[in-house]
DNA sequence: ATGTTC
């Protein structure tokens, strides 16, 4: 019993981070310290009322992050059983597989105090990770059916090197490391041009909310011991990658929706809100969106691994062959998975919200399993980012905790309100602490300004608040990398 | 988020 490790944790408010709120068709279960729950959008109640209608579900959970999003919250755990359950592609929505990515240096952030060697390495990532696509013919020795189908073991060994493990350290979880037995005339009935462009989008970043950020860890005192099992110590250098499956994922959403639409009129399902898509999961038409939502799994991973690798390349570049960047984890926020709960098999939709298995549970990745898996969650650029670990009393919101800060105002709203100077000083333009960007004009990404979303520390405390999971360690950034429309 | 764009 004693073999597992136990974050440290002393919730003091839980009773003040949770709520229950009973609507006509049952509860909307809210993590959220009084303030933020005060503050949510009463249109989230409504939306959770119209997934309630969906039949057969067990469970609806909102983290602290929570937003309205189309059709379901972004914030969203939903669950039905495994054996009678539904799947919706609404629920998942249409960045299928998006995630965080987390790799360790061998580096002190003293080694990337220097402002220009950080501006430096920012170029070099520029030169190996594009925003949008690779150029024709890049990427020759991959082969996009081999990736959709088998996730990471569809790439040559090339792009698998010693120092950023992934065969030799089983620190995937059944989810990431998926392998599907698709049948052929799914796959045969992709069009060509996303074949094409799913293959030049690997290894790319894409746009909105997406980026890779330099990082440097500040370890929480209470969680050392877990920590230094992780291979984490106190102001190391880590990068940090959010990014899903680009237009592979978004291909899946647009074409399966529909599909289940027809599913639902010829079974006679539906809710108030005609824009609510699901479907059986042993429906012909459930099956074959939770297989086609697998492979764009499969990309996400793929992508994310492909813009770490390229990361390592241009940190190769500037710090030579002794340079290290090993997986911690790559953990998804977009998704629907079988998993087990209270010893049943329920299938879990998470929407933007994060899995923090704590010790012990059994969908724990082996290496993982006597601390529960790290649990990555970004914080808005320039503020920080969290790796946490999970707790028992998670269970409660079928272990998901939050994927994020949240936005408090729309990138309309944001361009409009807040000024590029405000932008600056909140990345400390002109200091020693700058945030080093990959962009000389700000107003570019102007929509992504820390002023456009939630206080992370204060989503943070209503996670921990409420016993869900524990801080391990906070990622301060020291430069950070992010798509633009140009 | 992405792609296509009246």
């Known amino acids: 019993m004693s073999k597992h490790l136990q974050p440290n944790v002393n919730p003091t408010g839980f009773e003040s981070c949770y709520h229950e709120v009973k609507l006509a068709e049952g509860s909307v279960h809210v993590y959220a310290d009084k303030e933020l729950f005060a503050g949510l959008d009463p249109r989230i109640f409504e939306m959770a009322g119209r997934n309630l209608q969906i039949p057969g579900i067990r469970y609806m959970g909102y983290t602290p992050d929570v937003h309205v999003g189309v059709g379901t919250c972004i914030g969203t755990t939903a669950v039905w059983n495994s054996e009678d359950g539904m799947v919706s592609p609404s629920i998942v929505g249409s960045d299928i597989g998006c995630g ?52 990471l073991k569809g790439l040559p060994g090339k792009y698998l090197p010693d120092s950023m493990p992934v065969k030799r350290s089983p620190s995937l979880t059944r989810v990431e490391q998926a392998r599907f037995a698709f ?23 894409g746009g909105g909310n997406h980026f890779a950020e330099i990082q440097y860890l500040e370890i929480a005192e209470e969680n050392r011991e877990i920590a230094k099992r992780w291979g984490m110590f106190d102001g190391q250098v880590a990068v940090m990658i959010h990014s899903g499956s680009r237009a592979w994922g978004a291909m899946v959403s647009q074409h399966y929706t529909p599909m289940a639409a027809r599913a639902m009129k010829r079974l006679g399902f539906g809710t108030d809100d005609p824009k609510l898509i699901f479907a059986p999961l042993d429906s012909p038409e459930g099956r074959r969106y939770t297989d086609m939502m697998a492979s764009a799994l ?10 770490a690798y390229a990361i390592r390349e241009a940190f190769l570049d500037v710090f030579g062959p002794k340079l290290e960047m090993n ?15 209270g010893g049943e098999e329920r299938f879990v939709h998470r929407k933007g919200a994060t899995r923090a ?34 707790l028992p009393g998670g269970a409660a919101n079928y272990h998901s905790i939050c994927h994020g800060a949240g936005r408090v105002r729309s990138r309309s709203a944001t361009k409009r309100l807040v000024t590029v100077d405000q932008f600056a000083a909140a990345l400390k333009v002109g200091t020693e602490e700058e945030v080093i960007v990959n962009h000389n004009s700000l107003g570019v990404i102007l929509d992504e300004a820390p002023q456009a979303y939630k206080d992370v520390d204060q989503i943070i405390g209503s996670v921990t608040g409420a016993g869900l999971a524990s801080v391990v360690a906070k990622c301060r950034p020291l430069a950070a990398v992010k798509g633009a429309k140009s």
């Open 100 to 151: 965080m990515r987390v790799h360790l240096t061998n580096l002190h952030r003293r080694d990337v105090q220097d402002l220009r060697l950080r501006r430096k390495l920012v170029n070099r990532i520029e030169k190996y990770l594009p925003m949008e696509a690779h150029k024709r013919g890049a990427f020759s020795d991959l082969r996009m059916d081999h990736i959709v189908q088998k996730g």
């Open 183 to 205: 049948d052929p005339e799914e796959l045969n009935a992709v069009a060509d041009n996303y074949w094409v462009k799913g293959l030049r989008q690997l290894g790319t970043l």
């Open 298 to 307: 499969n990309v996400a991973v793929v992508n994310r691994h492909l813009i």
């Open 327 to 341: 997986l911690l984890y790559d953990l998804m926020h977009n998704y629907a998975w079988e998993e087990r709960h």
């Open 357 to 390: 298995l704590p010790a012990g549970h059994p969908d724990n990745p082996d290496v993982y399993m006597e601390t529960g898996h790290p649990a990555l969650i970004p914080g808005s650029m320039g503020t920080a980012s969290y790796i946490m670990a999970g």
